[in-house]
């Protein structure tokens, strides 16, 4: 019987060993997996503050950028002014937009003035000299070194002069 009691006590104390182990391991492996969602949160917001920080650099960056105005399409007597932009860089303007002849027909002309306005009614006058146009046409138009601020022009208006 004694056999037997001795064969039980060390059964039960490697039992014992073994839950204790065991215990153990799952503590260990539970501290680790508190852990790794500890890390990753720190992981997620690194990366959060690192998309933010980007954002901020680019976004101080285009508002320290050369400003760049788009100006609204129009049609006036079968022309098509699209893409006008007004660029101020180094103290000098810059003026651009396309031009297209949508009539079946050469539109002749003398010149195009353009007039943009600011929200104060403040007015600016630039004149384009051009002969034609041929039907379907388009053209390009740059009028450059303006040593004039017209960053702050928002309406624009186009005359045809025949």
């Not at 003398?110 to 006058?125: A, G, H, R, Y």
Request: hydrophobic share 35%.
């Amino acid at each position: 019987m004694e056999d037997v009691l001795k064969y039980k006590v060390k059964r039960n104390k490697n039992l014992f060993l073994f839950l204790f182990c065991d215990t153990l391991i799952i503590d260990t492996i539970v501290k680790e997996r508190i852990d790794m969602k500890k890390n990753n949160k720190k992981r997620i917001i690194m990366g959060l503050f690192a998309i933010v920080l980007v954002v901020l650099i680019y976004g101080i960056g285009k508002s320290l950028a050369t400003p760049n105005s788009t100006l609204k399409n129009q049609k006036v007597d079968g022309l098509s002014f699209e893409n006008a932009t007004i660029d101020y860089t180094n103290k000098l303007s810059t003026f651009t937009v396309d031009v297209y002849n949508e009539n079946k027909k050469v539109y002749n002309m003398k010149s195009i003035n353009i007039i943009l306005k600011k929200d104060d009614n403040d007015k600016v006058t630039l004149t384009y000299e051009i002969d034609k146009l041929e039907s379907d046409e388009g053209r390009k138009i740059i009028i450059d070194q303006i040593d004039y601020n017209l960053d702050g022009y928002k309406q624009i208006k186009y005359k045809i002069n025949k």
